[in-house]
């Protein structure tokens, strides 16, 4: 038979732990109560917590495995076509995307980078940018690194990040551009790489 007990406070007996209920038992706080820890008290948890906080997920890393032509003065999408860590499986394999899942919209963190080799010229700048439903999301997400010195072969890794809202169904890319000189070439090195995951509100 169900009952109710009301008093303004519970305490142990005098040397020793204040235990509720019994193994199997359940204690439900209604909507709309609050529970409140004073400050300088200890919660401490041997069992399982669920629903407090937050994940970073859904993660997401990709890298090239093959090397790929970079086209002079054309923004080119990067091929990653190895994928290290895709827990809500977003990736598009066949246009090198990755989709924000039903449900995951949100606040996340995206970093990605490009390197580059056997690219030359004076002060030619290569760039690495972030592209939100096919287009670049802005220009503040453009890194530049700039080549100095005419006729010699250079390396470069230009990187990208930031936080951004997405929604699901939105969907992100990574690309790349070269300003002039010789025509680079996106190499295979795990330093090309596209890494998304959710922040925790």
Known sequence: MASEVRT????????????????????????????????????????????????NTPVFRAVGNSDQSLSVSTWTKVQLDSVDIDTDSGWDSGNYRWTVPTGEGGKYFISGAVRLYNAGGDLQEALATIYKNGSELHASWRNYWRFYGSGKAYAAVPTTNGAIELSAG?????????????????????STHLTIFKLIE
């Open 8 to 55: 303004n406070k519970l305490s142990p007996a005098s040397g020793v732990n204040l235990t509720l209920g019994d193994s199997g038992d359940t204690f439900t706080l209604p909507s709309g109560a609050t529970l409140a820890v004073a400050s300088g008290a200890t919660i401490s948890n041997a069992g399982t917590a669920s629903g407090f906080g937050g994940n």
């Open 170 to 190: 939105d969907y992100i890319e990574l690309y790349a551009y070269y300003s002039g000189g010789a025509s680079p070439t996106i190499t295979r090195a795990q």
